[in-house]
């Protein structure tokens, strides 16, 4: 019905940037919400950012100023820019899409920042 495959994590230095992406297909409607999350081993699974159909954006207190999320609805695809990167922010990242009152989620990618 929804996919979602997510692509672009990998192992970077701390300070360095990684750029994820998200493409969507399926029963995709234009008025959604796309986000990313991620989670470490024993904790629960946390928002990190998120953007509605309109545009408008919200992020983690943690990733504020350094990660900005888009969206380019041509290409069902939202993104995440991850710049001056800690070691903290190591987590498998997913990608989530809240369409129709459901929630969707990708197959997760694996951020791991080495200090």
């Known amino acids: ?3 979602l ?7 970077v230095q701390a300070g360095g940037s990684l750029r994820l992406s ?17 989670q470490v081993p024993g904790k629960q699974r946390e928002l990190v950012a ?5 545009g408008t954006t919200t992020y983690a ?14 290409k069902s695809t939202v993104y995440l820019q991850m710049n001056s990167l800690k070691p903290e922010d190591t987590a ?4 989530n899409l809240f369409v129709t009152q459901r929630s969707f ?4 990618t694996q951020v791991t920042v080495s200090s």
């Not at 495959?5 to 192992?11: F, Q, Y």
């Open 50 to 54: 998120g953007i509605t159909s309109s």
């Open 22 to 38: 998200c493409v969507a297909s399926g029963s995709i409607f234009r008025i959604n919400i796309m986000g990313w999350y991620r």
């Open 1 to 3: 019905q929804v996919q």
């Open 105 to 108: 989620w990708g197959q997760g």
């Open 61 to 74: 207190d943690s990733v504020k100023g350094r990660f900005t999320i888009s969206r380019d609805d041509a």
């Open 92 to 95: 498998v990242y997913y990608c």
């Open 5 to 11: 495959v997510e692509s672009g994590g990998g192992l």
